[in-house]
């Protein structure tokens, strides 16, 4: 199935292509010359980097600030944005579309958030509407639209409603396996010795088991045994017989047996099996059956980069690459085997840690009594400046440690296929030297980005979504009313009632398409959208949802909400009533954006407040008693405004444009209507004015008191649409006990999460001290750091600290 297409307003296209490519140039310039010089002509190398550069990818990660919440709760987010290739902060997109699905994928909360130098944090407050239940965080940017939803950034959270029964708990079913199998290199090839990676699963979670088995040949005979190393991965060698099938043969808790096929065994094709048994070296072995001895070629990207290339004849069937690790980038390297013909034939993944990480220290005291105060010293020893956040909840029954991170989500989770059990076990002590546990994830939830097939077209890639690199997009579509079908070339006007003044315009494309560009559009305001009605009467308008409607599918984790855990749900009903009615009031404060609050027309010629002079009755009194740069004129019945050409000391002929806090009237008979008693200031711009593709004969535009049209009755014909644009940044409040008085306060302190920052900047060799108080809650606290500095090198620290005191009474 082919993905959607907009053919975007020539003018949109243009205007975006000179600022996509410029983005586009900064995501390729980390390309190294890494390749052998014989490999620039090789096709897969030009055909590769075209790629790149037609397609950059974005990466989102989200901190969540805790895993379980109650409705009431806010959920609050950190949104980083890097280069899919580098994995330095980028800043292309300045918006990303965060949603809340619930297990049937459907979204039941959704937030555009502004973003600013590759960063941006938004909030969720979750309604009492909302069911018990595992629900997905997802974002992604209009960029990313392009691509497969597999790529958008997700997370499971669980939500509790407290206000209603907690689900009966389904008594326990028998336990379903999954056994999945992964040749080295692609392929099981007859009469070729190699490794299978293997993974069995919990049908009913996803999670590994750890079950043992082993592998018969048809006649019965073993010839290799399953035994899982970690997370239910393992691996086992054997050399694959002609004409030989194989079968897998699981021993179960119940004392029963589960069988799973091998794949099937080719006669002809290749193998790539890699051996990293030096601390220098990688040694990747490439064999052939059934084929006659071939130059190939071996290619080694990471992310897109390309790190090791290099051509060698197959001597009787095999041929074994040498490569340097300090040629390969961080992370994941995917090696791939490309026959004579050009083919990409075979692949294998290799992970190096980073080598540069930023080295986070964050410590406090440990022991705190309630309503003390909390101060945390964070350091780090990086060379350029690091953006952080910090998220400080209550540990229970509920809630525990994450299982994952931002250098696990970045390094790991984002360029490989499928749900990784615990991602953030592979960076602790413990999994950086487990090198098999890692060695085994690759084999298993190998993945890329791209498919070879696509990458190989010469034809470059043609993307329907545009990257957003000054500010939302809208799209709308104009059709005929009678018939449903697109009204090509039709001017458009949206506007917004309300200050600032609002006011765009866009011509539909063949398809009836129209793109608007809403920069620093926040909030909840109405839009009106409608065509010059003197001219176009028989239209029907639509503006188009931004958010994506594709998904992926995946079992959520079920809950576990099992009486022993029916206290700290109790505990969490009253952690936000309390929450609610004592600091309510505190609750809803938002910092106002820094943007121009100037109507889109500049300073005008001329501005009047209307109660600084005569008030009258009329419109038409108005105008032609103190509204110097206006004329009023009537031709036959109607009546006409004609505007000053002050630059030309002449006289518009034709009416202006004529807005009403920021709509445009194209019936001067409506405005002169309109009672002056509820119009506040009268702007006019005595001269042409360009607005987009247009040019009118002069402005005039009224303002009324409350910016809200005050009951002028728009046209029937036009589309006025409620829309939610970018989300007003909300403080995140916690009282505070400096004083005695405060400390000594009657007001109860419930809190589960202490502290939210999500904009904590570290400078090289400095130290930040962040504070918060504690609340009434003694117990066990999780300090969570993350972060990424301006070069991409990530960091994440955990610190618990211990309240104590008296249980608070919970009346």
Same mark, same amino acid.
Request: net charge neutral; glycine share 8%.
């Given at each position: 199935?082919?993905?959607?297409?907009?053919?975007?307003p020539?003018?949109?296209?243009?205007?975006?292509?000179?600022?996509?490519?410029?983005?586009?140039?900064?995501?390729?310039?980390?390309?190294?010359?890494?390749?052998?010089?014989?490999?620039?002509?090789?096709e897969?190398?030009?055909?590769?980097?075209k790629?790149?550069?037609?397609?950059?990818?974005e990466?989102?990660?989200?901190?969540?600030?805790?895993?379980?919440?109650?409705?009431g709760?806010?959920?609050?987010?950190?949104?980083?944005?890097?280069?899919?290739s580098?994995?330095?902060?980028?800043?292309?997109?300045?918006?990303?579309?965060?949603?809340?699905?619930?297990?049937?994928?459907?979204?039941?909360?959704?937030?555009?958030?502004?973003?600013?130098?590759?960063?941006g944090?938004?909030?969720?407050?979750?309604?009492?509407?909302?069911?018990?239940?595992?629900?997905?965080?997802?974002?992604?940017?209009?960029?990313?639209?392009?691509?497969?939803?597999?790529?958008?950034?997700?997370?499971?959270?669980?939500?509790?409603?407290?206000?209603?029964?907690?689900?009966?708990?389904?008594?326990?079913?028998?336990?379903?396996?999954?056994?999945?199998?992964?040749?080295?290199?692609?392929?099981?090839?007859?009469?070729?010795?190699?490794?299978?990676?293997?993974?069995?699963?919990?049908?009913?979670?996803g999670?590994?088991?750890?079950?043992?088995?082993?592998?018969l040949?048809q006649?019965?005979?073993?010839?290799?045994?399953?035994?899982?190393?970690?997370?239910?991965?393992g691996?086992?060698s054997?050399?694959?017989e002609?004409g030989?099938?194989?079968?897998?043969?699981?021993?179960?808790?119940?004392?029963?047996t589960?069988?799973?096929?091998?794949?099937?065994?080719?006669?002809?094709?290749?193998?790539?099996q890699?051996a990293?048994?030096?601390?220098?070296?990688l040694?990747?072995a490439?064999?052939?059956?059934?084929r006659p001895?071939?130059?190939?070629?071996?290619?080694g990207?990471?992310?897109?980069?390309?790190?090791?290339?290099?051509?060698?004849?197959l001597?009787?069937?095999?041929?074994?690459f040498?490569?340097?690790k300090?040629?390969?980038a961080?992370g994941?390297?995917?090696?791939?085997?490309?026959?004579?013909?050009?083919?990409?034939?075979?692949?294998?993944?290799?992970?190096?840690y980073?080598?540069?990480?930023?080295?986070?220290q964050?410590?406090?005291?440990?022991?705190?009594?309630?309503?003390?105060?909390?101060?945390?010293?964070?350091? *780090? @020893?990086?060379?350029? #400046?690091?953006?952080?956040?910090? !998220?400080?909840?209550?540990? &229970?029954?509920l809630q =525990?440690?994450p299982?994952?991170?931002?250098?696990?989500?970045?390094?790991?989770?984002?360029?490989?296929?499928?749900?990784?059990?615990?991602?953030?076990?592979?960076?602790?002590?413990?999994?950086?030297?487990?090198?098999?546990?890692?060695?085994?994830?690759?084999?298993?939830?190998g993945?890329?980005?791209?498919?070879?097939?696509?990458v190989?077209?010469?034809?470059?890639?043609?993307?329907?979504?545009?990257?957003e690199?000054?500010?939302?997009l809208?799209?709308?579509?104009?059709?005929?009313?009678?018939s449903?079908?697109?009204?090509?070339?039709i001017?458009?006007y949206? *506007? @917004?009632?309300?200050? #600032?003044?609002?006011?765009y315009? !866009?011509?539909?494309?063949? &398809?009836?398409?129209? =793109?608007?560009e809403?920069?620093?559009?926040y909030?909840?305001?109405d839009?009106?959208?409608?065509?010059?009605?003197?001219?176009?009467?028989?239209?029907?308008?639509?503006?188009?949802?931004?958010?994506?409607t594709?998904?992926?599918?995946?079992?959520?984790?079920?809950?576990?909400?099992?009486?022993?855990?029916k206290?700290?749900?109790?505990?969490?009903?009253?952690?936000?009533?309390?929450e609610?009615?004592?600091?309510?009031?505190?609750r809803?404060?938002?910092?106002?954006?820094?943007i121009?609050?100037?109507?889109?027309?500049?300073?005008?010629?001329?501005?009047?407040?209307?109660?600084?002079?005569?008030?009258?009755?009329?419109?038409?009194?108005?105008?032609?008693e103190?509204?110097?740069?206006v004329?009023v004129?009537?031709?036959?019945?109607?009546?006409?405004?004609?505007?000053?050409?002050?630059?030309?000391?002449?006289?518009?002929?034709?009416?202006?444009?004529?807005?009403?806090?920021g709509?445009?009237?194209?019936n001067?008979?409506?405005?002169?209507?309109?009672?002056?008693?509820?119009?506040?200031?009268?702007?006019?711009?005595?001269?042409?004015f360009?607005h987009?593709?247009?040019?009118?004969?002069g402005?005039?535009?009224?303002?009324?008191?409350?910016?809200?049209?005050a009951?002028?009755?728009?046209?029937?014909?036009?589309?006025?649409?409620?829309?939610e644009?970018?989300?007003?940044?909300?403080?995140?409040?916690?009282?505070?006990?400096?004083?005695?008085?405060?400390?000594?306060?009657?007001?109860?302190?419930?809190?589960?999460?202490?502290?939210?920052a999500?904009?904590i900047?570290?400078?090289?060799?400095?130290?930040?001290?962040?504070?918060?108080?504690t609340?009434?809650?003694?117990?066990?606290?999780?300090?969570?750091?993350?972060?990424?500095?301006?070069?991409?090198?990530?960091?994440?620290q955990?610190l618990?600290?211990?309240?104590?005191?008296?249980v608070?009474q919970?009346h």
């Amino acid at each position: 199935m082919k993905k959607p297409r907009y053919n975007q307003p020539q003018s949109g296209r243009r205007k975006y292509a000179l600022r996509t490519l410029l983005c586009l140039a900064i995501g390729i310039a980390g390309i190294g010359n890494a390749s052998a010089q014989a490999s620039q002509d090789n096709e897969a190398v030009k055909s590769l980097q075209k790629h790149r550069q037609a397609s950059l990818q974005e990466k989102l990660y989200l901190h969540i600030d805790r895993p379980v919440y109650a409705c009431g709760d806010e959920l609050w987010f950190k949104v980083y944005n890097v280069d899919g290739s580098l994995h330095r902060p980028l800043d292309m997109s300045k918006v990303t579309y965060v949603e809340l699905l619930d297990a049937d994928q459907k979204p039941a909360l959704q937030a555009k958030v502004a973003m600013k130098d590759g960063a941006g944090s938004g909030y969720f407050q979750l309604p009492s509407t909302l069911q018990t239940g595992s629900y997905t965080v997802r974002a992604y940017t209009s960029w990313m639209k392009n691509f497969d939803p597999a790529f958008y950034f997700q997370q499971q959270v669980t939500i509790i409603n407290t206000f209603e029964q907690l689900p009966k708990q389904e008594a326990p079913k028998a336990k379903g396996y999954t056994l999945q199998f992964f040749p080295e290199g692609g392929n099981l090839v007859t009469g070729i010795a190699g490794r299978v990676a293997f993974k069995v699963t919990e049908s009913q979670n996803g999670k590994g088991a750890a079950l043992t088995g082993q592998v018969l040949d048809q006649e019965g005979n073993a010839v290799a045994a399953l035994t899982p190393h970690k997370y239910g991965m393992g691996r086992f060698s054997f050399t694959p017989e002609q004409g030989k099938r194989y079968t897998a043969k699981l021993q179960l808790p119940d004392g029963s047996t589960m069988e799973q096929a091998l794949p099937q065994v080719h006669e002809r094709g290749y193998t790539l099996q890699l051996a990293d048994s030096t601390d220098q070296h990688l040694h990747l072995a490439v064999r052939s059956a059934g084929r006659p001895d071939e130059h190939v070629y071996l290619l080694g990207h990471t992310r897109q980069q390309v790190v090791s290339s290099e051509r060698a004849l197959l001597q009787n069937g095999k041929y074994v690459f040498r490569v340097d690790k300090a040629t390969l980038a961080d992370g994941i390297t995917h090696f791939t085997v490309f026959n004579t013909a050009g083919q990409p034939v075979s692949e294998r993944l290799y992970f190096k840690y980073p080598t540069k990480e930023l080295a986070l220290q964050v410590s406090a005291p440990q022991q705190y009594n309630l309503r003390d105060k909390v101060s945390v010293e964070l350091q *780090a @020893s990086s060379q350029t #400046p690091a953006s952080l956040s910090m !998220a400080v909840y209550k540990l &229970d029954s509920l809630q =525990l440690q994450p299982q994952g991170h931002i250098a696990s989500y970045i390094w790991l989770e984002s360029d490989l296929k499928g749900a990784i059990e615990s991602p953030a076990y592979y960076f602790s002590d413990a999994g950086r030297e487990d090198r098999q546990a890692m060695d085994n994830l690759m084999l298993t939830n190998g993945w890329s980005r791209f498919k070879w097939e696509n990458v190989l077209e010469k034809d470059v890639p043609k993307h329907a979504y545009l990257p957003e690199n000054h500010g939302h997009l809208l799209f709308g579509k104009v059709t005929h009313k009678s018939s449903g079908q697109p009204a090509p070339g039709i001017m458009t006007y949206l *506007a @917004s009632p309300g200050r #600032p003044i609002r006011f765009y315009n !866009a011509q539909s494309n063949a &398809d009836g398409k129209l =793109l608007f560009e809403l920069k620093d559009f926040y909030g909840n305001k109405d839009l009106v959208l409608q065509s010059d009605f003197t001219k176009d009467s028989t239209y029907h308008f639509e503006l188009l949802s931004p958010f994506s409607t594709r998904y992926t599918s995946g079992p959520l984790s079920p809950l576990q909400l099992t009486e022993a855990r029916k206290a700290d749900i109790t505990e969490r009903h009253m952690q936000v009533q309390v929450e609610h009615a004592y600091y309510g009031g505190y609750r809803n404060r938002f910092h106002t954006p820094g943007i121009d609050s100037t109507a889109f027309y500049g300073q005008p010629s001329e501005s009047y407040l209307l109660d600084d002079y005569k008030r009258f009755k009329v419109m038409e009194e108005v105008m032609r008693e103190y509204v110097q740069a206006v004329q009023v004129r009537t031709r036959g019945r109607n009546f006409h405004f004609m505007v000053m050409n002050r630059p030309y000391k002449s006289i518009f002929r034709q009416d202006p444009m004529v807005l009403l806090d920021g709509v445009p009237v194209f019936n001067i008979n409506k405005i002169i209507a309109f009672d002056p008693l509820k119009v506040k200031q009268l702007d006019v711009i005595a001269s042409r004015f360009f607005h987009g593709p247009l040019s009118y004969d002069g402005l005039v535009s009224y303002h009324t008191y409350g910016g809200d049209l005050a009951g002028f009755e728009l046209d029937s014909r036009a589309l006025m649409q409620a829309y939610e644009g970018l989300q007003q940044q909300r403080e995140f409040y916690a009282p505070t006990y400096e004083t005695p008085e405060q400390k000594s306060s009657r007001l109860a302190d419930f809190r589960n999460l202490l502290h939210w920052a999500p904009d904590i900047t570290l400078e090289p060799g400095k130290e930040e001290q962040v504070s918060f108080y504690t609340s009434d809650q003694p117990g066990t606290y999780l300090v969570v750091v993350q972060g990424l500095t301006a070069t991409g090198e990530t960091g994440y620290q955990l610190l618990q600290i211990k309240v104590n005191g008296p249980v608070a009474q919970k009346h």
